[in-house]
């Protein structure tokens, strides 16, 4: 179990000289190793589980959950991104996107600077975990360890969705309940089959998400980034980061190809597959999870 002295500080707002506003919350220690947690796509920093947090920061982090922009309540931007560009995008046509994974990428190191925190250790999932390999690659020096959860390279013959699950990602959802219903039913067709979550907490989840605020051409907005995003592929074997891959062997997704390819790329990178794993991380893996991404961070030290 985690120490509960390790509750999270009161939501705190962060202007950031990339001209939007992030909202963050910590765990831990401030003199503890600082850890960045990247939440995927449309997800708020509460998708990262209070228990999971205060998991990380009994093992010597100081963690810092924060929403990504369009998400929750940090920065709505604009730039609208029709679901026609999405599709099209989806299909490896090019698109232009308000912004890019790199300004996502420069999101999280903004927030690091405005703590005055750093290096640190970054943690992403899904669409975060693409945001931390960027931001490994574009500021090595800044980042101590790696560790990239259910996420791919961005090379399109890798880490592919099922087809199926789109017509529920761009659909839309303009009340609370509809919100709900639709989060619910995604998150059936993707949550790890060998460790079923709970209906209710599904719908508590996508409640809470919803009164933290959602926005669905948020959502399209980091999809634009997530497909204009480009091959990292090559980039990864130059990382010399202390690197860990999680993926579920079940992730519809992000197929498990995606984290077989970036462990493969990142030269003495871990790889931890999970049977049975979806896109989600259940419960009963948090305690596994926080000890690899301890492991990983520990190889920072020796280096």
Known sequence: MSNPTHSP?????????????????????????????????????????PEFCRMLADRGFFVVRYDNRDTGRSTKVT???????I?????????????TMQDLADDGFALLEHLEVGPAHVVGVSMGGMVAQTMALSRPGQVRSLTSIMSTTGRRTVGWQDPSLLPLLIASRHSREAY??????????????????????IRERAAETWDRGVSRAGVMRQMGAIL??????????????PSLVIHGTHDKMVHVSGGRA????????????????????????????????????DKASLR
């Not at 730039?79 to 560009?85: A, E, Q």
């Not at 599709?87 to 912004?99: D, E, I, L, W």
């Not at 709900?180 to 907490?201: C, F, H, M, N, R």
Request: glycine share 10%; with cysteine.
């Open 87 to 99: 599709v099209a995008s989806f299909v490896g046509m090019k698109a232009q996107t308000p912004y």
């Open 228 to 241: 204009t995003q480009p091959d990292r592929s090559r980039s990864l074997r130059s990382l010399r980061v």
């Open 180 to 201: 709900i219903e639709t989060s619910e039913k995604l998150w059936k067709l993707i949550g790890s089959p060998d460790y079923p979550g709970a209906t209710d907490s």
């Open 79 to 85: 730039g609208r991104v029709n679901r026609r560009k």
């Open 9 to 49: 500080s009161p939501e705190q707002l962060a202007a950031l000289p990339t001209g939007v506003e992030l909202c963050y919350q910590t765990f831990g220690e401030p003199e503890a190793e600082p850890l960045l947690l990247v939440m995927g796509l449309g997800g708020p920093m509460t998708w990262w589980d």
């Open 262 to 297: 970036t462990s493969s790329a990142i030269p003495g990178c871990e790889l931890l597959l999970v049977p049975g794993m979806g896109h989600d991380v259940p419960h009963e893996l948090h305690e596994t999870f926080a000890d690899a991404i301890r492991r990983v961070a």
